[in-house]
C-alpha cells in the first residue's frame, strides 16, 4: 500500500468524493478503516459507510482531525461553512487538497488558517478512474505531501502537474467542464440519427461507438488531430459536405466561447469566495495568504 498508514477524510460526500474512495479502495492504496466522509445527509452517509466499508460523520471537525490529508470535496457555496468550521483546528503537518470549483489557495489558506494547500480540478470520467486532473499548491506543501497529493488525485485516473494556479481555472474550463460539451455533442448527433430514420437505441450506440474509439484512435495514432480529419475528409465527399456545414455554423468559435465563459465563471467563483473572506476579517486577521 503506497499510502500505508495514512488516513485521509473526505469533508463532503458527493459524486467525486465517492469516486475518489472507489479509486482509492479498489487500487488497495488505503484500507477502508482508513477512511472517513462527511455529508449534511444521514441517508447519504450510512450509504457510502455500508458500500465501501468506510467511517461517515456528520461532524467535519471529527473527521478531519486523525487526517493526514484533508480532501475539500463541497459545492463552492457551502464552502465558507466549512472553512468557518475548520478554520485553525487543523495541524500543521496535515494536508488539504480541494477539489472545490473556483476556490483558490489563497481563499482556501485565509479561511482555514492553514499553509499547506493543493488546489485540483479533476472530472467526471474519475468515477471509472479515466478522469484527469490539474493540480497545484501553495509554497508549503513538502515533496512528500505532493507525492501524497498525487497518489490521491491518481485513483481518479490521470495527473497533470501546474506550476501556476491560473492553469487549474484554465482546466476547469477545459477538462473539469469537457465532458459536459462532449456529451451536449453526443446528445445532438444521437438526435441527428433519429431524424434520419433509426430507433434512439440504434443512434445511442452508434454515436457512443463512434466517440469512444475515434478517442483511443487519436490518442494512438499520436498524430495532430488536423491531420487524422483530413484523412477522412475525401474531396466532394460526405465528411467534407458535413464539415462545410459545422464551419459554417462556426462551431469552432461558439466551442471556444463556451471555454472562456466557463473560465470567466471560474474566476467568479474565486473572486467571490475572497470577497466573502474580506467581508469577514475579523475571522481571518493575522494570517497572510499566498497567491
Do not use: C
Not at 7 to 15: E, H, K
Not at 167 to 174: E, H, M, N, P, Q
Amino acid at each position: 500500500m503506497p499510502l500505508r498508514g495514512k488516513r485521509i477524510a473526505f469533508i463532503g460526500g458527493g459524486t467525486m468524493a465517492e469516486a475518489m474512495i472507489r479509486g482509492l479502495l479498489e487500487r488497495h492504496l488505503v484500507p477502508p478503516s482508513h477512511v472517513e466522509v462527511t455529508g449534511p445527509r444521514r441517508e447519504r452517509r450510512a450509504d457510502l459507510a455500508k458500500r465501501f466499508g468506510v467511517r461517515a460523520r456528520a461532524s467535519n471537525a471529527e473527521a478531519a482531525r486523525d487526517a493526514h490529508v484533508v480532501v475539500l470535496s463541497v459545492k463552492p457555496q457551502v464552502l465558507p461553512a466549512v472553512m468557518r468550521e475548520l478554520h485553525g483546528k487543523l495541524r500543521a503537518d496535515q494536508l488539504v487538497l480541494s477539489i472545490v470549483a473556483g476556490a483558490t489557495l489563497r481563499s482556501l489558506r485565509l479561511g482555514l488558517a492553514h499553509p499547506a494547500i493543493v488546489r485540483s480540478m479533476p472530472n467526471t470520467p474519475a468515477q471509472i478512474g479515466m478522469g484527469v486532473s490539474v493540480w497545484t499548491s501553495t509554497p508549503d506543501v513538502t515533496a512528500d505531501q505532493r507525492e501524497l497529493a498525487g497518489l490521491v488525485l491518481g485513483a481518479l485516473g490521470e495527473v497533470v502537474h501546474a506550476e501556476v494556479e491560473e492553469d487549474v481555472d484554465r482546466a476547469t474550463a477545459l477538462s473539469g467542464t469537457g465532458p459536459a460539451y462532449v456529451f451536449l455533442l453526443m446528445e445532438a448527433l444521437v438526435d441527428a440519427g433519429v431524424h434520419l430514420g433509426f430507433s434512439r437505441r440504434v443512434s445511442e450506440e452508434l454515436v457512443l461507438r463512434t466517440v469512444e474509439g475515434s478517442a483511443a484512435f487519436a490518442r494512438a495514432s499520436g498524430r495532430h488531430l488536423a491531420e487524422l480529419r483530413n484523412q477522412v475528409t475525401s474531396p466532394g465527399g460526405t465528411s467534407a459536405s458535413a464539415l462545410y456545414e459545422l464551419e459554417k455554423g462556426a462551431l469552432r468559435t461558439v466551442l471556444s466561447r463556451a471555454v472562456y465563459a466557463a473560465y470567466q465563471r471560474t474566476r467568479e467563483l474565486g473572486a467571490s469566495a475572497d470577497q466573502e473572506l474580506a467581508s469577514k476579517g475579523s475571522d481571518t486577521r493575522g494570517t497572510s495568504g499566498t497567491s
